[in-house]
């Protein structure tokens, strides 16, 4: 059983910087890819960003070069570094993991973006 936690979900000024957090639990999270999902209101959930084992990346071309994700498996945390924040971004952040048909997702943090 994996368990993820994440944090780091604030209200931020439109251009503001937020950095999340997803802790894992378990051993499978250094051989799983990675990945932040978002939710806003009304809509469907969605790709943010993917961090495969091996450290290959991949974005959403909505917040290409203004996020960056991350992960560290040693303490077993996946980071998404969000830089000039704009309002569509406000939504429930998730983590999620996945190692072959296993997916796993974290309880979201919300990222909320206006002034």
């Known amino acids: 059983q994996v368990q993820l936690v994440e944090s780091g979900g604030d209200l931020v000024q439109p251009g503001g910087s937020l950095r999340l957090s997803c802790a894992a639990s378990?051993?499978?999270?250094?051989?799983?890819?990675m990945g932040w999902y978002r939710q806003a209101p009304g809509k469907q959930r969605e790709l943010v960003a993917s961090?495969?084992?091996?450290?290959?990346?991949n974005y959403a071309d909505s917040v290409k070069d203004r996020f960056t994700i991350s992960r560290d498996n040693a303490k077993k945390v996946v980071y998404l570094q969000m830089n000039s924040l704009k309002p569509e971004d406000t939504a429930v952040y998730y983590c999620?993991?996945?190692?072959?048909?296993?997916?796993?997702w974290g309880q979201g943090t919300q990222v909320t973006v206006s002034s």
């Open positions: 378990g051993t499978l999270f250094s051989i799983s890819t």
């Open positions: 961090i495969t084992s091996g450290g290959s990346t």
């Open positions: 999620r993991g996945q190692l072959s048909s296993y997916i796993y």
